[in-house]
C-alpha cells in the first residue's frame, strides 16, 4: 500500500471510534463504564472494515482504530514517566505512543484476516468475534501481558455483565465484538431484506434478559462464616514524597503506624507500601512494635510493604499480622515492566527515570491466603487483579479456595487520572468472575468495598486521608469461570481464537484479494 492510497478519512473515522472505545470504559468525570457506547464505536470499526479496500486496508484501520484506543485508554502513563519519573515530556509521550502503537499490531493482525475472509454474513460474525478474541488476548499474554482496558471492562454495569461467572471478560469482549459486527449490519440495512438480524438481535435481548434476571433472583448462599468487619487505610501520601525521607517517608511511617494500632476492625488493610522502607531501612523497633499491636486481641492486619535486602534481593509483599502469628507473606508475581523488573535490552531506558526499588524479584503464581476469622483473603497487589487467569490458579483446590480478594494499590504514580477508575471497574469484573468479594486498601483511591456481585458497598472519596469501615461477607462457590480457568487457564479461548484463525485463513485463500 502507498502513501497515495491510504485512505484518509477513514483512517481519521477510525481514530475517532477507538478514542470512543477509550471513553466507553470510564466516562471522565463520573468514571462510570458506558457498555452501549462500546458496542457502537466497535461496531464503527465494522463498518469501515466492510467498506476497506482489501485486507491491507483492513489491518490499517485496524491498527488506527486501536492506536487510538490504547493511547486514550492510558496515556496516564505519561504521568508516571514525566512527573515522577522525570523523563522528558516528549519522551514520555512518544512512548506512550509507542506502546500502544505496537499492541495494536495484534488489532490490525485481526482486522487485515476478518476482511480478508469476509464475504459469508453469519460466518463474519462469528469470525469478527473469535479474531478479535485472539487479539485481546495476545495482548493479555505476550511480552509478560497487558490487557489495561480491554472492551469487556466496558460491560461491568451492562447486559452481557451475568455472563462473567461463566466466561470472563475476555469472552465478554467476543460476544460484544459479535453483538457489534451484528448492530454494523443492521446499520447497512435497517429495514430491507434484514429480518434475520433484527430477530438475532432481539433474541440475544431476550437472553441477556433472561441472564439479569437470573442472576438479580440467584440465592445469596454459600457464604462463608460470618460478616467480616474490615478497615481499609487510605494515606494519601503524595507520590512525589512518598518515598522522600524529609517529608513522606515520616508522615507514612507515623500516620499507617497510628491507624494500626488504634483502628479496632476485627481486620485492618493498608495499601502497597503502606510501609515504603525495606525492613533493614526502618526505625529500630518499628516492625516488631507492629508484630505487637496484633500479637494479642481480637485483631489483624495485611500491610504493604517492600521485604529483602539490597544484596539478595527484594519482592514488593504484603505481611499479615494475627494473633499468635506474624509470619504470612505475599510476594507479588506479576510485575510491571519498567517499573518493577527491567526488560532485557531496556536498562538504557530505566535509567533515564528515578523509579525506587525499580528491579524486584518475582512471587509463585496461587500463593496461599490469608486465613482469619472463617475466610481466607487472597491478597493481589496493584494489578495483578487485571490478570484473572493467575488469580483463577488459586482455586484449584476448592477448599482452600479464596473467600475475599484483598487488593492494596498505589495509584498514586498516575495523578488524579481516569487511571483510579479504570482500575475500580477491573476490580469489579474480577468480583462478578469469581463471585468473591474485593476490598480494595489503596493510597489515593479507590478504596473501596466490592461485594460478590460486582457492587461498591463502601467507598471513601479518592485523593483523601482516611479509613474505610465496613463488613464483607466471604463466598465459597466456585463460578463455571473459576473452575475451568484454575484448570486449564486460558486455554478454552485460545482454542476457540484459533479455530477463527484457521477459518479465517481458509476463507481468505479461496477468495481473491484486491
Known sequence: MSLRSVPVLPCLLAALAGLLQALSLA??????????????????????????????AGALLGWVFATAWLAGTFWWLFISMHVYGGLASPLAAAAVL?????????YALAAGLWRAAAGRPWRDGLLFALLWLGAELLRGTLFTGFPWGAGGYAHVDGPLAPLAPWIGVYGIGAVA????????????????????????????????????????????????????QVALLQGNIPQDEKFQGG????????????????????????????IPLLPIEL????????RDTFAEGERAALVGIPLGNFDE??????????????????????LVPFGEFIPPLFKWFTRMMNIPLGDFNRGDVGQPSFAWRGQRLAPNICYEDLFGEELGARFADPTSAPTIFVNV?????????????????ISRMRALEFERPMIRATNTGATVII???????????????????????????????????????????????????????????RRPQP
Open 451 to 509: 461485594d460478590r456481585f460486582g457492587r461498591v458497598t463502601h467507598a471513601l472519596p479518592r485523593l483523601t486521608r482516611g479509613v474505610l469501615v465496613g463488613e464483607v461477607e466471604g463466598g465459597t462457590a466456585l463460578t463455571p469461570f473459576a473452575r475451568w480457568v484454575s484448570r486449564f487457564a486460558l486455554l478454552p479461548l485460545w482454542l476457540a481464537a484459533l479455530a477463527g484463525v484457521l477459518l479465517a485463513l481458509r476463507a481468505g485463500w
Open 247 to 274: 517529608t513522606g517517608i515520616p508522615l507514612a511511617l507515623e500516620w499507617y503506624r497510628a491507624r494500626l494500632r488504634d483502628t479496632q476492625a476485627q481486620l485492618v488493610v493498608a495499601p502497597e507500601t503502606a
Open 409 to 425: 494499590s498505589n495509584i498514586a504514580w498516575f495523578g488524579d487520572s481516569v487511571a483510579i477508575d479504570q482500575h475500580l471497574q
Open 283 to 290: 526505625p529500630e523497633g518499628y516492625l516488631q512494635d507492629l
Open 177 to 228: 465484538a459479535l453483538l457489534a459486527w451484528l448492530v454494523a449490519v443492521l446499520a447497512r440495512r435497517p429495514l430491507r431484506g434484514s429480518w434475520r438480524y433484527w430477530l438475532a438481535l432481539a433474541a440475544a435481548a431476550g437472553l441477556l434478559a433472561a441472564c439479569n434476571e437470573h442472576t438479580a433472583s440467584a440465592p445469596r448462599s454459600a457464604l462463608a462464616g460470618p460478616r467480616l
Open 313 to 334: 534481593g527484594y519482592t514488593n509483599s504484603v505481611i499479615g499480622l494475627r494473633p499468635g502469628d506474624a509470619s504470612y507473606r505475599y510476594h507479588k508475581h506479576h
Open 98 to 106: 509507542l506502546l500502544a502503537a505496537f499492541l495494536a499490531l495484534y
Open 27 to 56: 466516562w471522565p468525570g463520573n468514571g462510570q463504564p458506558l457498555w452501549w457506547l462500546q458496542l457502537l464505536s466497535l461496531a464503527a470499526l465494522v463498518v469501515l472494515l466492510q467498506r476497506a479496500a482489501g485486507w491491507k
